[in-house]
């Protein structure tokens, strides 16, 4: 098969520059209508393709979107992510996904790295600091998720109120010793959920443990057992579903029960209901916030950063089987 030509075979056969070649293509309005339709009726009869991402990355008409998560193997994010990508495919544009491993210097670099690529960004719960979060978003088209800094456009896919509620559901059911099993301590959600859990139980528990972890993963989460044991805790509110089915596993572990000796709350109703026994928690609205995020960065006028937003979508409370009534 032969090769089609190249740019510079094709202003060879004009008598042009290749410069005037590719004009044609990604910046036909500088050119004179006769140029443009002698070159690219030339170069179709020769078999000449432009190459498609330089001519996006030259006119801004990328048709595709990045999305950075900090964690794929978190069951909340594959969710976000998928809903993402069927807005983004429904409206005309393609996707590439990334992972930060939740490395704040990572994301960073991703961010960086994407952004000539595609026509905005969404970031899922970063890691950065507030600061930086701020000042890319003086520089970059770009919508977060599950970070809440003013002068940014972002969807906060929100657990207080329904964690408020399932809060005052243990303590209606007369559990007053809890402790929080936290999640990354970077991450916006866990600081939203710890002050959730203390202004909810501040001089209403007898006890209230924090129990942390560094990245909130099931094996950190199955070490807490002795901790929570030691506490005498009757309660555990857990960062999300992930902690929650390791403090379960633990406790069961070490001869405790699960609701009858004590409960477990969990978050995010990723996994829930294929846990032992089901797990009561937070059902996020996850798959929301993944379109929304997108609609609202496509939404805006193109080549223009996004306007301060904030866009909340609050949780519901699911009572399944790993909450009841303190033993005795």
């Known amino acids: ?52 991402h330089a001519r996006a990355l030259s006119t801004g008409l990328q048709h595709t979107l990045g999305v950075v998560v900090p964690d794929i193997a978190n069951p909340f994010f594959p969710p976000l992510l998928r809903s993402a990508q069927r807005t983004a495919e429904d409206l005309g544009y393609a996707v590439i996904a990334a992972d930060s491993d939740g490395d704040p210097e990572r994301e960073l670099r991703l961010v960086q790295r994407l952004a000539p690529q ?32 003013d002068g940014t456009s972002r969807v906060l896919a929100s657990a207080e109120r329904a964690l408020t509620a399932g809060i005052e559901h243990l303590l209606g059911l007369g559990h007053r010793r809890f402790a929080y099993v936290g999640g ?20 209403r528990a007898e006890h209230v443990a924090v129990v942390e972890t560094a990245t909130g993963t099931y094996a950190e989460a199955f070490g807490t057992g002795e901790a929570l044991i030691a506490e005498s805790v009757t309660a555990v509110v857990a960062f999300d579903d992930v902690i929650a089915h390791g403090v379960v596993d633990s406790l069961v572990a070490r001869g405790r029960g699960v609701p009858q000796d004590v409960s477990v709350l969990g978050c995010d109703d990723t996994i829930a209901v294929t846990t032992h026994p089901p797990l009561s928690s937070i059902a996020l609205r996850v798959t929301e916030a993944g379109r929304l995020a997108v609609e609202t960065l496509v939404g805006s006028p193109a080549r223009m950063l996004l306007p301060p937003g904030r866009s909340v979508l609050d949780g519901e409370l699911v009572l399944r089987a790993t909450t009841g009534p303190p033993p005795g």
């Open 1 to 52: 098969m032969r090769r089609p030509p190249t740019i510079t075979e094709v202003a060879r056969e004009l008598g042009v520059s290749a410069s005037t070649v590719s004009r044609a293509f990604t910046a036909p309005r500088l050119l004179r209508p006769e140029t443009v339709e002698r070159v690219t009726r030339t170069a179709a009869a020769m078999g000449y393709v432009p190459n498609a």
């Open 118 to 149: 595609v026509q905005g960004l969404v970031v899922v719960g970063p890691r950065a600091s507030a600061s930086d979060v701020a000042a890319i978003a003086q520089r970059q088209r770009i919508v977060y998720v599950n970070r809440d800094v």
């Open 184 to 203: 990354p301590r970077l991450a916006w959600a866990h600081q939203e959920r710890l002050a959730c859990v203390s202004a909810t139980l501040r001089e």
